[in-house]
């Protein structure tokens, strides 16, 4: 108050002052004109001064950056009766982001059950699950049922239909309100995937099911290591053109196997294939070298490279493994209570002889768009970086340098195809394009299994209940998302008709962007969502334009 009465009288000061800090820091907010601002901001002990900004809740960001506010005109009714089959790891049930509040009973077309297994139930938002595992063996960290323990499930159905949880975030990163594109929507969870592999005959099974069960729409992070070129060869084409011939659109995954040419993996005519892009927003963990500036910062670790402390007996295969701090290859004590700088990347769950060191610097050429969580601080510097740190190790006498806390930026050129996501052409039809479109595959919140640590690192025991990770199989959500969304208008609409309007529609009212992927070029051809009136090219197709189906096309798989 004090402040404020100098600068425009203690008549004025008490009408003008709206509000005051005081518990976490000092300051307040009042009605001044720029004048007074201006005179405020030139007193003793003040830090800034700054207009008031209109703000806004963020979600997982992604579908705000998608144009899919909270405010987005909905059909409630039919939403809440859409159901999106999910077939990944499983789903943790006790997410907030799967609460059944304000849920009826599912819709009577639901003809699925619930595989109650230990402590696992469904409610009215999660109505069916169901786990396969052909083989009947089962890695011994998993749990059997459609409990996930690895998170990928639970985070895809919760991008896909999870409800609004507010004050969201990882670890204070990413905080806003985590949602779903469809979040009235029903969600069955099928589990085809373990922590040891992803059966193609269990994900027939899970189709299988999922048609009879009387699911909407179908979305499937998931797809075989590399390019199967014969459809009748590839259980997911399969699966998904039987989808398809009883109405219900699959959603799937491109891969992550870019930026080469030709590692697509889902790319049949009749399923929608989903690559992944960037968003407008990035988490930064920058480093901060002792080289004589000043920080506000309040400790110092000290630097060790590898390439300087190699034992010249070493062979040049194993002076590489030390310089590039792979496996155990480091000796324990020689960075316990240091940073240290590799010259390569190194994987959370590969950390090994580094749990000794307090941080982590990798500086290689990896692409910036490949994020992970870490057991301990770290940071992914590239290789522009190099020569300044090499320079700033030999110069030193003791470097150190600083890890920063992960900050949250805002990126103007958004999206672009994330550098992981594998690329085109079709390697079986190449005259049909795919990918078909992008969606946020980077840094994406989303719900998490509390069971499984952020870094799969041995010693991590942090619990989360909400992860940011990154993916193609995060953009599949999102697209599935849309494509329920679409349905949820126009409920009679094939697949067929589904895929189309998210694929040719230039212009929408929503502001949804999708980019159509040719080979591995990419047009900056803005397309998305039809209108809610029903807008744009709706291309439906018949079942000879797919091929024809022998008798002898089951007995191949």
Same mark, same amino acid.
């Given at each position: 108050?004090?402040? +404020?009465?100098?600068?425009?009288?203690?008549?004025?000061?008490?009408?003008?002052?709206?509000?005051?800090?005081?518990?976490?820091?000092?300051?307040?907010?009042?009605? +001044?004109?720029?004048?007074?601002?201006?005179?405020?901001?030139?007193?003793?002990?003040?830090?800034?001064?700054?207009? #008031? *900004?209109?703000?806004?809740?963020?979600?997982?960001?992604?579908?705000?950056?998608?144009?899919?506010?909270?405010?987005? *005109?909905?059909?409630?009714?039919?939403?809440?009766?859409?159901?999106?089959?999910?077939?990944?790891?499983?789903?943790?049930?006790? !997410?907030?982001?799967?609460?059944?509040?304000?849920?009826?009973?599912?819709?009577?077309?639901?003809?699925?059950?619930?595989?109650?297994?230990?402590?696992?139930?469904?409610?009215?938002?999660?109505?069916?699950?169901? !786990?396969?595992?052909?083989?009947?063996?089962?890695?011994?960290?998993?749990?059997?049922?459609?409990?996930?323990?690895?998170?990928?499930?639970?985070?895809?159905?919760?991008?896909?239909?999870?409800?609004?949880?507010?004050?969201?975030?990882?670890?204070?990163?990413?905080?806003?309100?985590?949602?779903?594109?469809? &979040?009235?929507?029903?969600?069955?969870?099928?589990?085809?995937?373990?922590?040891?592999?992803?059966?193609?005959?269990?994900?027939?099974?899970?189709?299988?099911?999922?048609?009879?069960?009387?699911?909407?729409?179908?979305?499937?992070?998931?797809?075989?290591?590399?390019?199967?070129?014969?459809?009748?060869?590839?259980?997911?084409?399969?699966?998904?053109?039987?989808?398809?011939?009883?109405?219900?659109?699959?959603?799937?995954?491109?891969?992550?196997?870019? =930026?080469?040419?030709?590692?697509?993996?889902?790319? !049949?005519?009749?399923?929608?294939?989903?690559?992944?892009?960037?968003?407008?927003?990035?988490?930064?963990?920058?480093?901060?070298?002792?080289?004589?500036?000043?920080?506000?910062?309040?400790?110092?670790?000290?630097?060790?490279?590898?390439?300087?402390?190699? #034992?010249?007996?070493?062979?040049?295969?194993?002076?590489?493994?030390?310089?590039?701090?792979?496996? #155990?290859?480091?000796?324990?004590?020689?960075?316990?209570?240091?940073?240290?700088?590799?010259?390569?990347?190194?994987?959370?769950?590969?950390?090994?002889?580094?749990?000794?060191?307090?941080?982590?610097?990798?500086?290689?050429?990896?692409?910036?768009?490949?994020?992970?969580?870490?057991?301990?601080?770290?940071?992914?510097?590239?290789?522009?970086?190099?020569?300044?740190?090499?320079?700033?190790?030999?110069?030193?006498?003791?470097?150190?340098?600083?890890?920063?806390?992960?900050?949250?930026?805002?990126?103007?050129?958004?999206?672009?195809?994330?550098?992981?996501?594998?690329?085109?052409?079709?390697?079986?039809? =190449?005259?049909?394009?795919?990918?078909?479109?992008?969606?946020?595959?980077?840094?994406?919140?989303?719900?998490?299994?509390?069971?499984?640590?952020?870094?799969?690192?041995?010693?991590?025991?942090?619990?989360?209940?909400?992860?940011?990770?990154?993916?193609?199989?995060?953009?599949?959500?999102?697209?599935?998302?849309?494509?329920?969304?679409?349905?949820?208008?126009?409920?009679?609409?094939?697949?067929?008709?589904?895929?189309?309007?998210?694929?040719?529609?230039?212009?929408?009212?929503?502001?949804?962007?999708?980019?159509?992927?040719?080979?591995?070029?990419?047009?900056?051809?803005?397309?998305?969502?039809?209108?809610? *009136?029903?807008?744009?090219?709706?291309?439906?197709?018949? +079942?000879?334009?797919?091929?024809?189906?022998? &008798?002898?096309?089951?007995?191949?798989?």
């Amino acid at each position: 108050m004090r402040l +404020l009465q100098e600068a425009i009288g203690s008549t004025f000061a008490p009408h003008c002052l709206l509000h005051s800090y005081k518990r976490s820091f000092n300051g307040f907010v009042a009605k +001044l004109t720029e004048t007074e601002a201006k005179k405020v901001s030139e007193m003793e002990g003040v830090i800034s001064v700054f207009p #008031n *900004e209109e703000l806004q809740l963020h979600t997982t960001r992604s579908w705000d950056f998608m144009g899919f506010s909270e405010q987005v *005109e909905r059909v409630p009714s039919v939403e809440s009766d859409i159901i999106v089959g999910v077939f990944d790891t499983g789903i943790w049930p006790e !997410s907030p982001s799967f609460l059944d509040h304000g849920y009826g009973p599912p819709p009577p077309k639901w003809k699925g059950s619930c595989e109650v297994s230990l402590n696992f139930s469904c409610n009215n938002k999660i109505i069916g699950a169901q !786990s396969y595992r052909s083989d009947g063996r089962y890695p011994i960290d998993d749990i059997k049922g459609p409990r996930d323990s690895n998170g990928h499930g639970t985070h895809a159905a919760s991008t896909v239909a999870g409800g609004l949880v507010r004050q969201a975030s990882m670890l204070g990163l990413g905080t806003g309100t985590a949602r779903g594109g469809v &979040p009235s929507a029903r969600i069955a969870a099928y589990k085809v995937c373990w922590s040891d592999t992803c059966s193609g005959a269990d994900v027939l099974a899970a189709f299988d099911d999922a048609i009879a069960d009387g699911v909407d729409i179908i979305s499937l992070s998931v797809g075989p290591k590399r390019p199967i070129p014969n459809y009748f060869n590839d259980p997911i084409a399969i699966g998904t053109f039987h989808a398809m011939r009883n109405g219900i659109l699959t959603s799937s995954s491109a891969g992550n196997e870019g =930026p080469r040419p030709f590692t697509l993996t889902n790319f !049949s005519p009749w399923a929608l294939s989903v690559a992944a892009s960037t968003t407008d927003r990035r988490f930064l963990t920058a480093v901060q070298l002792g080289d004589g500036r000043k920080f506000n910062v309040s400790q110092m670790l000290k630097l060790i490279q590898f390439e300087k402390y190699t #034992n010249v007996q070493h062979d040049l295969k194993k002076q590489q493994m030390i310089q590039f701090c792979l496996g #155990n290859s480091v000796d324990r004590e020689l960075v316990k209570g240091k940073i240290a700088v590799c010259d390569s990347i190194v994987l959370p769950s590969d950390v090994g002889s580094l749990e000794s060191a307090l941080g982590i610097i990798m500086q290689d050429g990896s692409p910036k768009d490949l994020t992970a969580a870490f057991p301990l601080p770290a940071s992914h510097l590239g290789t522009q970086q190099r020569p300044l740190i090499s320079s700033y190790l030999n110069l030193t006498r003791i470097p150190t340098a600083t890890i920063l806390k992960s900050t949250e930026l805002k990126l103007e050129a958004a999206p672009l195809v994330a550098s992981f996501s594998s690329r085109g052409p079709n390697p079986t039809t =190449p005259d049909i394009l795919k990918p078909d479109v992008i969606g946020p595959g980077v840094e994406i919140l989303a719900a998490w299994s509390p069971i499984r640590s952020p870094s799969d690192a041995k010693g991590d025991n942090r619990k989360l209940l909400f992860n940011i990770i990154s993916g193609t199989s995060m953009a599949c959500p999102h697209a599935t998302a849309v494509a329920a969304y679409v349905k949820s208008f126009h409920p009679s609409w094939s697949p067929a008709a589904l895929k189309s309007a998210l694929i040719t529609t230039e212009e929408i009212d929503l502001g949804i962007v999708f980019l159509p992927l040719k080979s591995n070029e990419y047009d900056r051809v803005k397309v998305g969502l039809l209108g809610l *009136e029903g807008s744009g090219v709706d291309l439906d197709l018949e +079942l000879q334009s797919q091929g024809e189906v022998g &008798p002898s096309y089951v007995p191949h798989l």
